[in-house]
């Protein structure tokens, strides 16, 4: 209050009629007193009456102007302030609190005139240059931000605000080393500055240098423990890391500082289940379903921690609670669809999945699903059935076409299967396991091999990785009596799916094209294991027999 005392009577004229003069002060003072105590639009009636005593002062339009600001009466604000500038055009205090207005109003080319003027008229007064740097940033414009931000340190080499706005401008750009030097400038001023500690453990965590960030973030832990963000943050970067550990730690901490927050304790649940930590997992996601019973996700998450347990059952319970109407619907279909295959509860599945049909807008999926389980069951003509269905709402779907195939196949109809593969490359000449279906089929049939094999090799180009591509081409090979090249791909198909019956008969077989009967008739035996069909297991059973027979007659 002293300094706005003294500003006045250095700054208001004597005049010519003491009365008028003395007035000008009463209600000056008088109105600066009732702002300090916050009654502001009593102080803008005294103001009003100083200005009436001493029409010219433009320092009292500057302070009416501020509490016209205070009060929300804009336009008496920005006219007031005309005048003072029209009255003292170096009235700075005029100049900020117009350039503050217009800004407030997003009018930028207006406030950014008034700064460039303040600019002019200051040349080192930096709270212009700031400010005026300020607008630049909201519009994005960072060069011009980045420049004006130059000048305040040209003239003040330790202006902390200008050194961390020029670190997160090149933070910003990419400078990442020109952004962690400005943070550290400002950090050598002000060492707990959190905001510059923060931004620079930002910059370690997208370079990557995790420990440096966390032990940033853990500077600013030691003098704000309570920071969420923070440790929010270490808490991710020890998923990152697949630490998961120290990752519940971190969030067990969290959760201690933030109890409302349940979300915390849904991740906390996320990890035990990635660390096949299932009772705890199921703990969590049981804790925050009591209270958010109607939270899918959750109810999803607790899904597959009670399946990952082996508790089928609870599992199909807590899928069926799942409403239709959820973006999770979906995914809950085909996870009970497996459940009720692990549980051996095909036929309840089915009845499930059929009350699901008759009240869904969207058919296919649930069609889709419902022919797994009759695929399971193996009836294949109820599973053929519904997706016959499922083909006439979607025509041109490509994953029905290629179930329909794979159905007919199991069902003994190869000729038919090989349609539905034929016109899916038609449809799609890309299509990898079609082109793999067609070139394996022909080479079963010990037919069109070098067309089969052509398939085969763009099956794989597509699939590069997929052994039971690999395993198709390997067995065009055998047929052509290529066996080494045969054997190369097989042994490679069996590294990749070392529990598929069918590519340890084709070893079992490749072998004994090459005499090796031992080790056909070891990788037979591997077949019969792996193979769920007694009558399968009775045929490779008969090739053992043929094989023992051979080596009898050998020796």
């Keep these: 209050m002293k300094r706005l005392i003294i500003a006045f009577f250095l700054l208001v004229p004597i005049l010519v009629n003491a009365s008028d003069y003395s007035s000008a002060i009463f209600y000056f003072l008088s109105g600066i007193e009732k702002a300090e105590k916050g009654y502001y639009r009593d102080a803008v009636v005294d103001l009003e009456n100083a200005l009436r005593f001493d029409p010219s002062s433009s320092e009292l339009r500057s302070e009416l102007g501020s509490l016209y600001l205070r009060i929300g009466e804009l336009e008496k604000a920005e006219k007031v302030l005309k005048e003072a500038l029209e009255k003292n055009p170096k009235n700075r205090g005029a100049l900020l609190l117009l350039g503050g207005l217009y800004s407030a109003r997003k009018e930028n080319e207006k406030a950014k005139n008034i700064y460039k003027t303040c600019i002019e008229t200051f040349e080192e007064d930096t709270e212009c240059y700031i400010n005026l740097a300020s607008l630049f940033l909201l519009e994005g414009k960072l060069e011009e931000a980045k420049r004006v931000y130059e000048e305040v340190i040209s003239y003040e080499p330790e202006n902390i605000i200008a050194l961390y706005y020029l670190g997160r401008i090149d933070a910003e750009m990419r400078n990442y080393a020109e952004a962690k030097e400005y943070l550290k400038r400002v950090l050598e001023i002000r060492p707990a500055f959190e905001m510059a500690l923060f931004d620079l453990a930002t910059i370690y965590e997208i370079e990557g240098e995790a420990e440096k960030a966390k032990e940033i973030y853990e500077r600013i832990l030691a003098f704000n423990p309570s920071n969420i963000t923070v440790r929010n943050r270490i808490a991710n970067i020890y998923v990152r890391e697949k630490n998961y550990e120290k990752a519940i730690t971190e969030l067990e901490k969290l959760s201690e500082i933030d109890r409302k927050d349940l979300s915390i304790r849904v991740k906390i649940g996320l990890l035990h289940l990635e660390l096949g930590h299932f009772e705890e997992a199921i703990r969590e996601f049981d804790l925050f379903l009591a209270t958010n019973p109607n939270n899918s ?211 079992a077989d490749i072998y004994a094209a090459l005499d090796q009967y031992e080790l056909a008739i070891e990788y037979l035996e591997k077949s019969i294991e792996l193979e769920k069909k007694e009558e399968k297991k009775k045929e490779l059973k008969r090739k053992i027999v043929e094989l023992k027979e051979k080596i009898g007659k050998k020796n």
């Design 297 to 507: 996700t959750v109810r999803m998450y607790l899904g597959h921690a009670l399946k990952a347990k082996g508790l089928y059952k609870n599992a199909i319970e807590e899928f069926l609670k799942i409403p239709a109407d959820s973006a999770e619907f979906e995914s809950s279909l085909r996870a009970l669809t497996y459940l009720y295959i692990k549980a051996n509860l095909i036929d309840e599945g089915i009845q499930k999945l059929k009350e699901f049909l008759e009240k869904a807008k969207e058919k296919r999926e649930i069609l889709s699903l419902l022919s797994a389980l009759y695929e399971e069951k193996e009836d294949y003509k109820s599973g053929i059935a519904v997706l016959e269905e499922a083909l006439r709402l979607d025509p041109e779907n490509l994953d029905t076409l290629y179930s329909l195939g794979m159905l007919y196949e199991k069902s003994g109809k190869t000729d038919e299967a090989l349609k539905f593969m034929q016109k899916i490359i038609e449809k799609d000449p890309d299509h990898p396991d079609a082109l793999n279906f067609v070139g394996y089929t022909w080479a079963e049939k010990n037919t069109n091999l070098d067309e089969a094999e052509k398939m085969i090799k763009k099956a794989l180009s597509k699939k590069p990785d997929a052994g039971y591509i690999i395993d198709s081409l390997g067995w065009v090979y055998f047929k052509k009596g290529k066996l080494k090249e045969a054997l190369d791909h097989i042994l490679k198909a069996h590294q990749l799916i070392p529990d598929d019956p069918t590519v340890c008969e084709h070893l």
